[in-house]
C-alpha cells in the first residue's frame, strides 16, 4: 500500500509536530499525576511518517513506547545529558534496528523516515496517557540556546520561530 492509502485507511489526520496520526486506544482509567493532573491511565495512536516529512522536536511528560509496523526503517533522534542519541527503528535486527523503542518523558526528541523516502507507519504508546496539555512543541532558537552543539540537527528538526 502506498503511504497516502494508509491514510486514507486508517483515518490518519495531520499531527502538529508533522507527519499523520489517528488515536486507536484511550484507556477508561484515570489516575492523578505528581504534578496533580488527571490523566487516563494508557493511550495509543498510530503515526505515519511518508517522504521527507519530520517529526519535529517535542517533549511530552510521560514515557512514549514506539513499535515500528510496516514501511521503511524510522530514525528517532533524542537528546539526552545533552548529546544527541540516534535510535534506528525498524525490522532489520541484523542492521541494529528494534522493532520497539522507550522515549523517556521530558525528552526532546524527533524522527524521520530514513532516506526520507518511502513511509514509515508506527504506533505509539503513552502512559500516562497522552494529553495535549503535556506536550510541548520546540521553539528552534531557544533550544539551540541551550544545546549549542546540536545546532545542526536542531535546525533540521525545528520549525523556524
Known amino acids: 500500500m502506498s503511504a497516502q492509502s494508509i491514510i486514507e485507511k486508517l483515518q490518519l489526520l495531520p499531527h502538529p509536530e508533522g507527519g499523520y496520526y489517528k488515536e486507536t486506544y484511550r ?25 521527507a516529512d519530520k517529526s519535529h ?13 510496516q514501511g521503511q526503517a524510522l530514525e528517532i533522534v533524542l537528546i539526552q545529558q545533552g548529546q544527541l542519541v540516534t535510535i534506528e527503528l525498524g525490522n532489520d535486527l541484523a542492521q541494529g534496528q528494534v522493532p520497539q523503542a522507550v522515549i523517556p518523558a521530558h525528552t526532546w526528541f524527533g524522527a524521520r523516515v530514513k532516506g526520507e ?10 502512559a500516562p496517557g497522552f494529553d ?10 531557544a533550544l539551540i540556546q541551550e544545546f549549542p552543539q546540536l545546532r545542526a540537527v536542531i535546525e533540521q528538526f525545528t520549525r523556524r520561530n
Do not use: P
Not at 27 to 51: C, D, F
Open 57 to 69: 522536536f517535542h517533549r511530552i511528560q510521560s514515557d512514549e513506547l514506539w513499535f515500528f509496523h
Open 132 to 141: 495535549f496539555r503535556d506536550f510541548e512543541l520546540s521553539q528552534q532558537e
Open 27 to 51: 484507556a477508561a482509567a484515570t489516575l492523578t499525576t505528581a504534578a496533580g493532573a488527571s490523566r487516563n491511565v494508557s493511550t495509543a495512536i498510530y503515526y505515519l511518517l511518508k517522504g
Open 117 to 126: 523516502q518511502g513511509f514509515a507507519l508506527v504506533s505509539c504508546t503513552v
